[in-house]
C-alpha cells in the first residue's frame, strides 16, 4: 500500500460509506461544477448495468465519463479495472478499462485488444475525465483516448484485428458500469456524467465540453446519457434483497433509449442511498482586475486564482492585447506580447501569468494593455480580462543641489550621486583650486538611477543652486551652467593710488576705485581734494570687470596733520596803525598768514617783522609724506581792554524751559553759551553750568581782563585772568513731585505701607510731620503725601496727596445654629462664604472661611468680617481692600444630652455586625445605616480590613444628640485562596475535588457545603468554588475561593469492536483537560495494514511469529469537532481490552506510537476491568497505536525512543539468538510505513 495522507474529512466519508450510511445532499452553489450529484460505489460488489447492449456501433462512436477513484488500484494484484463496457468483455464489444501494472486509461475492443496509455496513472481521490472515440471504418477504424480533455499516446497489447459486426446475440452482453461479474474488475469510487454517443467527437469538443451539461433536446447524436441526479419525486425502489434499485433517473428517457440502468450489490438504507455531491470544479479569474507596473519592473506578474472548488483539472489559456487611445501600450514597443496555457491541477488554486515590460519606453505618460483569459466551454471565468497600467520611472528633481558655487581656494565638485541619479560635472576654465578674478561654467552630465528617467522634461528646466542660469536641451541629460565670477583680490596697501601732501589730493589709478567708507557707497574721483579726511581712513578696490565683481576694500589712513607749532611768541603794535608788531621763536620749515588772506607766505628768518595789529596763523609747511600741521593763531593787539562785566540775556535754568544759546550783545562783544547737563529744555532733578564764550568787536580784546570780573544775573560766575570764556553755575532744579502711586506699596492685608528709597510720607502738604514704612491702621480712610526726597544740592519734589482706604461694611445676613448642649461642638454659624474669615471672642488669630457655614463651634461671641484683598496676593482680584468692620454674632447653648457610645461587635460567620440598637440609626465612616430588628447590620466589601470602623449612634434632634464614636477593627478577608486539585468526570464516574480539609467548604453556585473529608466525590461536570470556612472562635472570616472546574471526559467508540465497550477506561493524570471533551476509539485498520505491509517487506521478519492490533485515539472538545490534545505536562492512562488475537500473548504485550518523528515505547501492564483482560498504558499525545505480540522474547526499555536514521544505518536487521536490547526488528519494517499515516 502506498503511503498517503488521510484528511479528517475523507476518513469520516469513508467511514459512513463503508458502514452503508447514507450521506444527506446539499445544494452546491451557482459556480459549483455540475450542479447536482454522482453515483457513489463504495463497495467491490457495486455496479450499474443494463441488460443488454445498448448500441450497435462499432464505429463513429464516442464513450465518456467523469471517475474519481477513492482506492489506489496500481498496488492491487487483479490485472483490470472495469469503467465501463459496451458488450461482454470476454466475447464481443468495447469499453473503457484501467489497465496495466499502473491500472492506466485503456481501451478494451474485441475482448483481446488493448490500447493503452501506459504513461498515465489516475490519482487516487482526484477527479478524472476519460473519453474513448473511434472514427468510421473507411477511415481506418482508429481508436483515440482523452484524459482531461489531452489525446494520449497508446501502446498496442494483443491480438488487434479490424472490427466486424459483432452482432451482440449472446444474452449475457449487457452495458455496465464499474463492475464486471465475469471477473473481479470491480472500480471504488464516483462516477457522473456517463455519455455514448453515435458520432465520434472531435479533440476540440470533447475538451471544449466536458464541463457542460449536453442540451439533450438539442444533441442528435447522443444516445445515452446518465448524469446521476437525484431529481424532485425520484424514490429509491430497494428489491427485497435490499440490494438491486431499478430505475436510474437518466434527464431524458428518448435519448437514452429506455436503457434504464440497474443498481446491484449496493447498501441502500433510504432515497438518498449512494448519491454524494459531484465534483466542485470552481470558478477561475484574475486575482487583481486592475494592475500597475513600473517600466522598469522587468516584468508584471498576474496571478489567476480558483475559488468555491478545486476538483478537476482545467486548462486556461491566456493572450495580452493592446491597449487603445492615446495613453494604448503597444506590445513591442511598451512590452513584450504573451501568449499561451496554465494548467490547474486537482487542489491547485493559483497560477502566476508574467508579461515582459521594456524598460524606459515611456514618455512619463502611463499606458494601459490587457492580459485576456479564455477556457473551455463551462467554465466559469471571472474577471476574465486583468487591464494592466505601466507607470513611468519618476522624472528627477528639476533642481540640482550639492554643486558649491565657486569660491576662491575651494574645490570644485566633480560628481554627484543621489537616489535620483549620477552626475558628472565638468569646469570650464579647470582648476585644481578655484581661483579669483574667474568666471566658471559647469557642465553636468546626469544620469537617472533605474527607477528615474529624464524623459517628459522640457528644455531649460533645471535649476542649479547658486547658478546664474541653466541651459539644457531636453533628452540629453547635460546641462550647461554659468555661474557668478570669483571677485578680484583685495589690494594691497599702497596699491591703486598716491597721494598729493601739498595740494591735499588723491589720485585714484586706472582699474581701481576708492570711497570713504567700506561699502563703496560714493566714489571718490581721482584727484579729488582729501583736506577733509586727514586723519581718517579712505577704501580702495579693485573695480568689477565684466561679470567679476569688484573686489573687497582695502583701508589705508590719510595721516592727519601734525600738531601746530607751539612756544611762539608775540610783540604788540605800539599804537593802532602802527605796524611795527612782531611774531617770533619760528623758523624755515613754517609758513603763515593773515586771519583774512587764503596764501600761505614762507618764513625765511627766526621772525616776522613790520605787521600791523590783528589775528595770524602759523603752521608747518607740507612735503613729499606729511601735510601742513594745524596752524597756532596768534594774535598782535592794538585794542581797549573789553570793560562791560555783567553779562545779559541768559533766562536761569527752570523745568520746561529752552535754554539761552546766546548772550546779549554789547558794543564790545558778542557771546554763545553751552549747558552742561546738555538738554533741550531743563529738566527737574538737575543742576545746571553755562559756558560763555565772548567774542570781542573791532578795536577791543580781553588781555587785561581781570579775574572773576565778570557776573551772571542768578548763578555764580568766573573767569580766569585776560580771557573771554566765563563759567556761570545755576541753582539745582527741584525733583517732580510723584505720579499716582509712586513712591511707596500698601500691602492691605498686613495694613502697611512701604515707602520706596528716596522718598518720604508726611500727613500734611507741608511734611510737618513725617511717616514711616510701617502700619497705616491708624491713617485708614485719611489721605497722606508723599514726594522724592532731596538729594545732595537737589530740593525734595512737591508733595502729592493720596487716600488711604476705609474698611468695607461688615457682612450682614449671616445665621447661627445653636450648640445642642454645654460643649457638645455642634453649634454653626450659616450664610457665610470663602470671601470671609472668623475669630472667636478675643482671639487674635483670624481663620479663613472655606464653605457656607462654619460648624463644630462652641457657645460664645464669634466675629465674621470680608477678608483684605491685595492684587500682589492675588492677581486675579478686582478691586483692593483692607479687612472690613466685623459682625458680632453669638452662638447659644442649649440643655440636649448626647447617646451613648455604641458597643458593636462581629458575627464573622455570618459577616455581621452585631450588639447594636434594634431599628437605631448609625453613623458608620461618615455614612448612615439602620440596625435590622435584631440589632445588626451587614459587614460591607469597603469595612473588610478597616482597623478603626468608627460607628456613632445618631441622636434624635430634640432630646438627644449623636453619640461618642466606638472604634471598631474589623480583619480583612484572608486573601490566600486553597489550594486544590480538580478531578475530570469520565463517562458515567462522577469527578471530585481532592486536597481539601475539613476546615473548608465548597459550592456549585447555589450555597455552601462544608468538607467533611480529604476529597470531594460524586461532583457533576461544572464550575465549583472551595474556600477556608469563616469562624467566630478564630475571630476570622471566611478565606477567598479557589475556581475549580470538573470536565468531562465521555468515550465514545465503534460498537462491535471490543468484547465489551465498557470496559475502555480514561483516566486523566493531572488536570489534562480545561474543556469536557469526547474521546472517540476505533480500530484503525489503516495502521494495520501499514505494519503488516512492512513485515511482508522484510526478509527478517515475515517468518517471525508476530501479532499486532491498531487502535486509533482522537479527542474532540465536547460537541464540536475541534481536536484538542492534553495539556502541557500532563497524560492520560487508557486501559483497553486486549483484542482476542492477542490475549494468548498479554504478558508479551507491548504498545508503540510515533511522538515528535520518533518510535516511542510506551511503559504498559496488563490490568482487569471486571472479567475483561486489558492493557493499560499512558499517553500524551493521540494518534494511532500499535498493540504488538512479540512471540521471539523481546525485551526492551521502555524509555527508550529509536530515531529514523536507524533505518538508512540498518536497512537489513538480523534477528539475534537472544534477548533484544531495542526494537530492531520492528522499528526497520514500520518506522518509514507508521510515520505518514498520523494527522
Same mark, same amino acid.
Given at each position: 500500500?502506498?503511503?498517503?495522507?488521510?484528511?479528517?474529512?475523507?476518513?469520516?466519508?469513508?467511514?459512513?460509506?463503508?458502514?452503508?450510511?447514507?450521506?444527506?445532499?446539499?445544494?452546491?452553489?451557482?459556480?459549483?461544477?455540475?450542479?447536482?450529484?454522482?453515483?457513489?460505489?463504495?463497495?467491490?460488489?457495486?455496479?450499474?448495468?443494463?441488460?443488454?447492449?445498448?448500441?450497435?456501433?462499432?464505429?463513429?462512436?464516442?464513450?465518456?465519463?467523469?471517475?474519481?477513484?477513492?482506492?489506489?488500484?496500481?498496488?492491487?494484484?487483479?490485472?483490470?479495472?472495469?469503467?465501463?463496457?459496451?458488450?461482454?468483455?470476454?466475447?464481443?464489444?468495447?469499453?473503457?478499462?484501467?489497465?496495466?501494472?499502473?491500472?492506466?486509461?485503456?481501451?478494451?475492443?474485441?475482448?483481446?485488444?488493448?490500447?493503452?496509455?501506459?504513461?498515465?496513472?489516475?490519482?487516487?481521490?482526484?477527479?478524472?475525465?476519460?473519453?474513448?472515440?473511434?472514427?468510421?471504418?473507411?477511415?481506418?477504424?482508429?481508436?483515440?483516448?482523452?484524459?482531461?480533455?489531452?489525446?494520449?499516446?497508446?501502446?498496442?497489447?494483443?491480438?488487434?484485428?479490424?472490427?466486424?459486426?459483432?452482432?451482440?446475440?449472446?444474452?449475457?452482453?449487457?452495458?455496465?458500469?464499474?463492475?464486471?461479474?465475469?471477473?473481479?474488475?470491480?472500480?471504488?469510487?464516483?462516477?457522473?456524467?456517463?455519455?455514448?454517443?453515435?458520432?465520434?467527437?472531435?479533440?476540440?469538443?470533447?475538451?471544449?465540453?466536458?464541463?457542460?451539461?449536453?442540451?439533450?433536446?438539442?444533441?442528435?447524436?447522443?444516445?445515452?446519457?446518465?448524469?446521476?441526479?437525484?431529481?424532485?419525486?425520484?424514490?429509491?425502489?430497494?428489491?427485497?434483497?435490499?440490494?438491486?434499485?431499478?430505475?436510474?433517473?437518466?434527464?431524458?428517457?428518448?435519448?437514452?433509449?429506455?436503457?434504464?440502468?440497474?443498481?446491484?450489490?449496493?447498501?441502500?438504507?433510504?432515497?438518498?442511498?449512494?448519491?454524494?455531491?459531484?465534483?466542485?470544479?470552481?470558478?477561475?479569474?484574475?486575482?487583481?482586475?486592475?494592475?500597475?507596473?513600473?517600466?522598469?519592473?522587468?516584468?508584471?506578474?498576474?496571478?489567476?486564482?480558483?475559488?468555491?472548488?478545486?476538483?478537476?483539472?482545467?486548462?486556461?489559456?491566456?493572450?495580452?492585447?493592446?491597449?487603445?487611445?492615446?495613453?494604448?501600450?503597444?506590445?513591442?514597443?511598451?512590452?513584450?506580447?504573451?501568449?499561451?496555457?496554465?494548467?490547474?491541477?486537482?487542489?491547485?488554486?493559483?497560477?502566476?501569468?508574467?508579461?515582459?515590460?521594456?524598460?524606459?519606453?515611456?514618455?512619463?505618460?502611463?499606458?494601459?494593455?490587457?492580459?485576456?483569459?479564455?477556457?473551455?466551454?463551462?467554465?466559469?471565468?471571472?474577471?476574465?480580462?486583468?487591464?494592466?497600467?505601466?507607470?513611468?520611472?519618476?522624472?528627477?528633481?528639476?533642481?540640482?543641489?550639492?554643486?558649491?558655487?565657486?569660491?576662491?581656494?575651494?574645490?570644485?565638485?566633480?560628481?554627484?550621486?543621489?537616489?535620483?541619479?549620477?552626475?558628472?560635472?565638468?569646469?570650464?576654465?579647470?582648476?585644481?583650486?578655484?581661483?579669483?578674478?574667474?568666471?566658471?561654467?559647469?557642465?553636468?552630465?546626469?544620469?537617472?538611477?533605474?527607477?528615474?528617467?529624464?524623459?517628459?522634461?522640457?528644455?531649460?528646466?533645471?535649476?542649479?543652486?547658486?547658478?546664474?542660469?541653466?541651459?539644457?536641451?531636453?533628452?540629453?541629460?547635460?546641462?550647461?551652467?554659468?555661474?557668478?565670477?570669483?571677485?578680484?583680490?583685495?589690494?594691497?596697501?599702497?596699491?591703486?593710488?598716491?597721494?598729493?601732501?601739498?595740494?591735499?589730493?588723491?589720485?585714484?589709478?586706472?582699474?581701481?576705485?576708492?570711497?570713504?567708507?567700506?561699502?563703496?557707497?560714493?566714489?571718490?574721483?581721482?584727484?579729488?581734494?582729501?583736506?577733509?579726511?586727514?586723519?581718517?581712513?579712505?577704501?580702495?578696490?579693485? $573695480?568689477?570687470? +565684466? @561679470?567679476?565683481?569688484?573686489?573687497?576694500? =582695502?583701508?589705508? *589712513?590719510?595721516?592727519?596733520? &601734525? /600738531? %601746530?607749532? !607751539?612756544?611762539?611768541?608775540?610783540?604788540?603794535?605800539?599804537?593802532?596803525?602802527?605796524?611795527?608788531?612782531?611774531?617770533?621763536?619760528?623758523?624755515?620749515?613754517?609758513?603763515?598768514?593773515?586771519?583774512?588772506?587764503?596764501?600761505?607766505?614762507?618764513?625765511?628768518?627766526?621772525?616776522?617783522?613790520?605787521?600791523?595789529?590783528?589775528?595770524?596763523?602759523?603752521?608747518?609747511?607740507?612735503?613729499?609724506?606729511?601735510?601742513?600741521?594745524?596752524?597756532?593763531?596768534?594774535?598782535?593787539?592794538?585794542? $581797549?581792554?573789553? +570793560? @562791560?562785566?555783567?553779562?545779559?540775556?541768559? =533766562?536761569?535754568? *527752570?523745568?520746561?524751559?529752552? &535754554? /539761552? %544759546?546766546? !548772550?546779549?550783545?554789547?558794543?564790545?562783544?558778542?557771546?554763545?553759551?553751552?549747558?552742561?547737563?546738555?538738554?533741550?529744555?531743563?529738566?527737574?532733578?538737575?543742576?545746571?553750568?553755562?559756558?560763555?564764550?565772548?567774542?570781542?568787536?573791532?578795536?577791543?580784546?580781553?588781555?587785561?581782563?581781570?579775574?572773576?570780573?565778570?557776573?551772571?544775573?542768578?548763578?555764580?560766575?568766573?573767569?580766569?585772568?585776560?580771557?573771554?570764556?566765563?563759567?556761570?553755575?545755576?541753582?539745582?532744579?527741584?525733583?517732580? $513731585?510723584?505720579?499716582?502711586?509712586?513712591?511707596?506699596?500698601?500691602?492691605?492685608?498686613?495694613?502697611?505701607?512701604?515707602?520706596?528709597?528716596?522718598?518720604?510720607?508726611?500727613?500734611?502738604?507741608?511734611?510737618?510731620?513725617?511717616?514711616?514704612?510701617?502700619?497705616?491702621?491708624?491713617?485708614?480712610?485719611?489721605?497722606?503725601?508723599?514726594?522724592?526726597?532731596?538729594?545732595?544740592?537737589?530740593?525734595?519734589?512737591?508733595?502729592?496727596?493720596?487716600?488711604?482706604?476705609?474698611?468695607?461694611?461688615?457682612?450682614?445676613?449671616?445665621?447661627?445654629?445653636?450648640?445642642?448642649?454645654?460643649?457638645?461642638?455642634?453649634?454653626?454659624?450659616?450664610?457665610?462664604?470663602?470671601?470671609?474669615?472668623?475669630?472667636?471672642?478675643?482671639?487674635?488669630?483670624?481663620?479663613?472661611?472655606?464653605?457656607?457655614?462654619?460648624?463644630?463651634?462652641?457657645?460664645?461671641?464669634?466675629?465674621?468680617?470680608?477678608?483684605?484683598?491685595?492684587?500682589?496676593?492675588?492677581?486675579?482680584?478686582?478691586?483692593?481692600?483692607?479687612?472690613?468692620?466685623?459682625?458680632?454674632?453669638?452662638?447659644?447653648?442649649?440643655?440636649?444630652?448626647?447617646?451613648?457610645?455604641?458597643?458593636?461587635?462581629?458575627?464573622?460567620?455570618?459577616?455581621?455586625?452585631?450588639?447594636?440598637?434594634?431599628?437605631?440609626?448609625?453613623?458608620?465612616?461618615?455614612?448612615?445605616?439602620?440596625?435590622?430588628?435584631?440589632?445588626?447590620?451587614?459587614?460591607?466589601?469597603?469595612?473588610?480590613?478597616?482597623?478603626?470602623?468608627?460607628?456613632?449612634?445618631?441622636?434624635?434632634?430634640?432630646?438627644?444628640?449623636?453619640?461618642?464614636?466606638?472604634?471598631?477593627?474589623?480583619?480583612?478577608?484572608?486573601?490566600?485562596?486553597?489550594?486544590?486539585?480538580?478531578?475530570?468526570?469520565?463517562?458515567?464516574?462522577?469527578?471530585?475535588?481532592?486536597?481539601?480539609?475539613?476546615?473548608?467548604?465548597?459550592?456549585?453556585?447555589?450555597?455552601?457545603?462544608?468538607?467533611?473529608?480529604?476529597?470531594?466525590?460524586?461532583?457533576?461536570?461544572?464550575?465549583?468554588?472551595?474556600?477556608?470556612?469563616?469562624?467566630?472562635?478564630?475571630?476570622?472570616?471566611?478565606?477567598?475561593?479557589?475556581?475549580?472546574?470538573?470536565?468531562?471526559?465521555?468515550?465514545?467508540?465503534?460498537?462491535?469492536?471490543?468484547?465489551?465497550?465498557?470496559?475502555?477506561?480514561?483516566?486523566?493524570?493531572?488536570?489534562?483537560?480545561?474543556?469536557?471533551?469526547?474521546?472517540?476509539?476505533?480500530?484503525?485498520?489503516?495502521?494495520?495494514?501499514?505494519?503488516?505491509?512492512?513485515?511482508?517487506?522484510?526478509?527478517?521478519?515475515?517468518?517471525?511469529?508476530?501479532?499486532?492490533?491498531?487502535?486509533?485515539?482522537?479527542?474532540?472538545?465536547?460537541?464540536?469537532?475541534?481536536?484538542?490534545?492534553?495539556?502541557?505536562?500532563?497524560?492520560?492512562?487508557?486501559?483497553?481490552?486486549?483484542?482476542?488475537?492477542?490475549?494468548?500473548?498479554?504478558?508479551?504485550?507491548?504498545?508503540?506510537?510515533?511522538?515528535?518523528?520518533?518510535?516511542?515505547?510506551?511503559?504498559?501492564?496488563?490490568?482487569?476491568?471486571?472479567?475483561?483482560?486489558?492493557?493499560?498504558?499512558?499517553?500524551?499525545?493521540?494518534?494511532?497505536?500499535?498493540?504488538?505480540?512479540?512471540?521471539?522474547?523481546?525485551?526492551?526499555?521502555?524509555?527508550?525512543?529509536?530515531?529514523?536514521?536507524?533505518?538508512?544505518?540498518?536497512?537489513?536487521?538480523?534477528?539475534?539468538?537472544?534477548?533484544?536490547?531495542?526494537?530492531?526488528?520492528?522499528?526497520?519494517?514500520?518506522?518509514?510505513?507508521?510515520?505518514?499515516?498520523?494527522?
Amino acid at each position: 500500500m502506498k503511503k498517503r495522507i488521510i484528511k479528517p474529512v475523507l476518513c469520516l466519508l469513508t467511514l459512513l460509506m463503508a458502514m452503508g450510511l447514507l450521506l444527506p445532499v446539499s445544494a452546491a452553489g451557482e459556480e459549483a461544477f455540475y450542479i447536482g450529484n454522482a453515483i457513489h460505489f463504495a463497495k467491490t460488489q457495486d455496479t450499474l448495468y443494463y441488460s443488454g447492449h445498448i448500441s450497435d456501433q462499432l464505429d463513429n462512436l464516442t464513450m465518456e465519463t467523469w471517475v474519481k477513484p477513492t482506492t489506489d488500484f496500481s498496488n492491487m494484484d487483479i490485472p483490470n479495472i472495469r469503467i465501463m463496457y459496451n458488450g461482454n468483455s470476454g466475447k464481443s464489444g468495447y469499453g473503457i478499462y484501467l489497465h496495466g501494472p499502473n491500472k492506466s486509461p485503456s481501451i478494451l475492443f474485441g475482448c483481446i485488444g488493448w490500447l493503452v496509455a501506459s504513461n498515465v496513472k489516475l490519482t487516487q481521490n482526484q477527479w478524472c475525465h476519460l473519453a474513448a472515440t473511434r472514427d468510421s471504418l473507411a477511415s481506418g477504424g482508429t481508436w483515440h483516448l482523452y484524459v482531461n480533455g489531452v489525446e494520449q499516446s497508446l501502446t498496442q497489447e494483443g491480438a488487434i484485428k479490424n472490427q466486424t459486426p459483432i452482432g451482440y446475440t449472446n444474452t449475457d452482453e449487457s452495458f455496465s458500469i464499474g463492475n464486471n461479474n465475469l471477473v473481479s474488475e470491480n472500480f471504488t469510487g464516483c462516477f457522473d456524467e456517463v455519455r455514448f454517443w453515435n458520432v465520434c467527437r472531435t479533440a476540440d469538443e470533447i475538451k471544449n465540453n466536458m464541463y457542460t451539461k449536453p442540451d439533450t433536446d438539442a444533441e442528435s447524436n447522443l444516445i445515452a446519457y446518465y448524469n446521476f441526479e437525484r431529481t424532485t419525486g425520484f424514490t429509491v425502489s430497494p428489491s427485497g434483497d435490499n440490494t438491486a434499485l431499478s430505475g436510474i433517473p437518466v434527464p431524458n428517457m428518448a435519448k437514452s433509449g429506455g436503457y434504464n440502468l440497474t443498481a446491484a450489490g449496493f447498501s441502500l438504507t433510504g432515497s438518498v442511498s449512494n448519491f454524494v455531491n459531484s465534483v466542485a470544479l470552481g470558478s477561475f479569474g484574475f486575482q487583481i482586475a486592475n494592475a500597475s507596473v513600473k517600466e522598469n519592473a522587468g516584468a508584471i506578474a498576474a496571478t489567476v486564482i480558483r475559488t468555491d472548488g478545486s476538483e478537476g483539472s482545467v486548462t486556461i489559456h491566456y493572450q495580452t492585447q493592446d491597449g487603445t487611445g492615446g495613453s494604448a501600450a503597444l506590445s513591442g514597443t511598451h512590452y513584450t506580447a504573451t501568449q499561451g496555457a496554465i494548467t490547474f491541477g486537482e487542489g491547485e488554486t493559483s497560477k502566476v501569468i508574467t508579461v515582459p515590460i521594456i524598460n524606459d519606453s515611456l514618455d512619463g505618460t502611463d499606458r494601459h494593455f490587457s492580459i485576456m483569459l479564455t477556457g473551455p466551454n463551462g467554465v466559469t471565468i471571472n474577471p476574465a480580462t486583468a487591464t494592466v497600467t505601466i507607470t513611468p520611472k519618476a522624472k528627477i528633481s528639476t533642481t540640482i543641489n550639492g554643486i558649491t558655487p565657486p569660491e576662491k581656494g575651494s574645490t570644485p565638485v566633480l560628481s554627484l550621486n543621489t537616489n535620483e541619479y549620477s552626475a558628472l560635472v565638468e569646469w570650464s576654465p579647470s582648476h585644481a583650486e578655484f581661483q579669483s578674478g574667474t568666471q566658471y561654467t559647469a557642465t553636468i552630465t546626469l544620469t537617472p538611477q533605474s527607477d528615474y528617467t529624464l524623459k517628459g522634461i522640457p528644455d531649460n528646466a533645471f535649476q542649479i543652486t547658486g547658478a546664474l542660469n541653466a541651459q539644457y536641451t531636453a533628452g540629453t541629460g547635460k546641462i550647461i551652467a554659468k555661474f557668478p565670477g570669483i571677485p578680484y583680490d583685495a589690494p594691497a596697501v599702497g596699491e591703486g593710488y598716491s597721494i598729493d601732501y601739498k595740494n591735499e589730493t588723491v589720485s585714484i589709478y586706472s582699474g581701481y576705485e576708492a570711497s570713504e567708507d567700506s561699502e563703496f557707497s560714493s566714489l571718490l574721483t581721482s584727484g579729488c581734494s582729501i583736506t577733509n579726511n586727514l586723519g581718517q581712513p579712505l577704501y580702495i578696490r579693485k $573695480a568689477a570687470g +565684466g @561679470e567679476i565683481p569688484a573686489s573687497t576694500g =582695502t583701508s589705508f *589712513a590719510i595721516p592727519a596733520r &601734525p /600738531a %601746530a607749532p !607751539v612756544n611762539i611768541g608775540t610783540i604788540n603794535e605800539s599804537i593802532l596803525g602802527a605796524g611795527d608788531g612782531k611774531i617770533t621763536n619760528v623758523d624755515s620749515t613754517m609758513e603763515y598768514r593773515q586771519d583774512a588772506q587764503t596764501v600761505w607766505a614762507a618764513i625765511t628768518g627766526t621772525e616776522i617783522t613790520n605787521l600791523p595789529g590783528g589775528i595770524y596763523h602759523v603752521r608747518y609747511k607740507s612735503d613729499t609724506n606729511k601735510f601742513a600741521s594745524e596752524a597756532t593763531q596768534i594774535a598782535i593787539n592794538s585794542n $581797549a581792554t573789553v +570793560g @562791560e562785566s555783567t553779562i545779559l540775556g541768559i =533766562t536761569p535754568p *527752570a523745568a520746561g524751559l529752552v &535754554p /539761552a %544759546a546766546s !548772550v546779549t550783545e554789547t558794543a564790545q562783544y558778542t557771546g554763545t553759551v553751552t549747558w552742561s547737563p546738555d538738554h533741550a529744555v531743563f529738566q527737574s532733578g538737575n543742576q545746571y553750568t553755562a559756558t560763555i564764550t565772548l567774542t570781542p568787536k573791532a578795536d577791543y580784546t580781553f588781555t587785561g581782563v581781570p579775574e572773576n570780573s565778570f557776573t551772571v544775573p542768578g548763578a555764580i560766575a568766573t573767569n580766569p585772568a585776560n580771557t573771554s570764556i566765563i563759567t556761570a553755575v545755576f541753582p539745582s532744579l527741584p525733583f517732580d $513731585a510723584p505720579a499716582d502711586g509712586e513712591g511707596y506699596n500698601i500691602d492691605y492685608i498686613n495694613e502697611t505701607i512701604l515707602l520706596t528709597n528716596g522718598y518720604q510720607a508726611g500727613t500734611d502738604s507741608g511734611f510737618t510731620s513725617l511717616i514711616s514704612s510701617g502700619s497705616v491702621t491708624g491713617y485708614l480712610g485719611q489721605t497722606i503725601y508723599i514726594r522724592k526726597s532731596a538729594d545732595g544740592e537737589i530740593p525734595a519734589s512737591a508733595g502729592t496727596g493720596f487716600a488711604i482706604p476705609a474698611r468695607l461694611s461688615a457682612p450682614a445676613g449671616i445665621g447661627t445654629a445653636n450648640e445642642s448642649y454645654p460643649d457638645a461642638g455642634d453649634g454653626k454659624i450659616t450664610n457665610v462664604d470663602s470671601t470671609m474669615e472668623y475669630k472667636k471672642d478675643a482671639e487674635p488669630t483670624w481663620t479663613g472661611i472655606t464653605g457656607f457655614e462654619l460648624t463644630g463651634l462652641t457657645g460664645g461671641t464669634y466675629y465674621i468680617r470680608l477678608k483684605a484683598a491685595d492684587k500682589d496676593i492675588d492677581p486675579a482680584v478686582s478691586a483692593e481692600s483692607f479687612a472690613s468692620l466685623a459682625a458680632s454674632i453669638t452662638v447659644q447653648t442649649t440643655g440636649t444630652t448626647p447617646e451613648p457610645a455604641p458597643a458593636a461587635d462581629i458575627d464573622y460567620e455570618t459577616e455581621q455586625l452585631t450588639g447594636l440598637i434594634a431599628n437605631a440609626k448609625y453613623l458608620i465612616d461618615g455614612a448612615s445605616y439602620t440596625a435590622d430588628a435584631n440589632g445588626k447590620i451587614v459587614l460591607y466589601d469597603q469595612w473588610f480590613g478597616n482597623t478603626s470602623l468608627s460607628l456613632v449612634r445618631r441622636g434624635n434632634g430634640t432630646t438627644t444628640t449623636d453619640s461618642t464614636a466606638q472604634s471598631l477593627p474589623v480583619p480583612a478577608r484572608p486573601a490566600t485562596a486553597p489550594t486544590v486539585n480538580g478531578h475530570a468526570q469520565v463517562g458515567s464516574v462522577k469527578g471530585k475535588i481532592t486536597g481539601v480539609t475539613t476546615e473548608m467548604e465548597y459550592s456549585d453556585g447555589s450555597g455552601w457545603i462544608a468538607c467533611t473529608g480529604d476529597s470531594i466525590t460524586e461532583l457533576a461536570a461544572g464550575t465549583y468554588h472551595v474556600r477556608y470556612r469563616a469562624s467566630n472562635t478564630a475571630k476570622k472570616f471566611a478565606s477567598a475561593a479557589a475556581d475549580v472546574v470538573i470536565t468531562k471526559i465521555s468515550v465514545t467508540q465503534v460498537p462491535g469492536e471490543v468484547t465489551d465497550p465498557g470496559s475502555v477506561g480514561i483516566e486523566p493524570i493531572g488536570e489534562a483537560f480545561s474543556v469536557s471533551v469526547e474521546v472517540r476509539i476505533q480500530k484503525s485498520s489503516v495502521t494495520d495494514d501499514a505494519i503488516r505491509d512492512a513485515i511482508k517487506a522484510s526478509p527478517a521478519l515475515r517468518d517471525n511469529s508476530l501479532s499486532m492490533f491498531s487502535i486509533d485515539i482522537s479527542i474532540y472538545e465536547e460537541g464540536t469537532n475541534t481536536r484538542v490534545q492534553p495539556n502541557e505536562g500532563t497524560s492520560v492512562r487508557i486501559t483497553y481490552p486486549i483484542p482476542a488475537e492477542l490475549l494468548a500473548g498479554k504478558n508479551r504485550l507491548m504498545v508503540v506510537c510515533i511522538e515528535n518523528g520518533k518510535l516511542v515505547i510506551l511503559p504498559t501492564k496488563v490490568v482487569k476491568r471486571g472479567n475483561i483482560e486489558c492493557i493499560e498504558f499512558t499517553a500524551t499525545h493521540f494518534s494511532p497505536y500499535a498493540i504488538i505480540d512479540n512471540r521471539g522474547a523481546l525485551s526492551y526499555s521502555p524509555s527508550e525512543t529509536i530515531t529514523s536514521n536507524f533505518l538508512s544505518n540498518n536497512p537489513k536487521p538480523t534477528i539475534p539468538e537472544t534477548g533484544f536490547d531495542t526494537l530492531d526488528w520492528i522499528i526497520w519494517g514500520v518506522l518509514g510505513n507508521m510515520s505518514a499515516l498520523f494527522f
